[in-house]
């Protein structure tokens, strides 16, 4: 129950710091930025495995989320255009 509280708490720290490098109207409040902040640790623990960046394991570290995060970001705009 603990890890999941801190998997949000973490999720919403990297989702407020990606709306903050990447400004604009984006979708949703603290529950979205949350989300898309857990989104782009998963997104950056895929990639970072594909590349042979992390070993099987081993998590994302902080700024790889947010980097994550942000490329999620930049995907909902460029497909949410309007």
Request: hydrophobic fraction near 60%; aromatic fraction near 10%.
């Amino acid at each position: 129950m603990l890890g999941i509280i801190w998997t949000c708490i973490i999720g919403l720290i990297v989702g407020a710091v990606a709306k903050f490098v990447l400004p604009g109207k984006d979708p949703g409040g603290i529950w979205v930025t949350m989300l898309i902040g857990i989104a782009g640790s998963i997104v950056a623990n895929f990639l970072g495995k594909s590349l042979g960046w992390y070993a099987s394991g081993e998590a994302a570290g902080f700024i790889m989320s947010v980097i994550g995060a942000v490329v999620l970001l930049l995907a909902y705009r460029m497909f949410n255009k309007q």
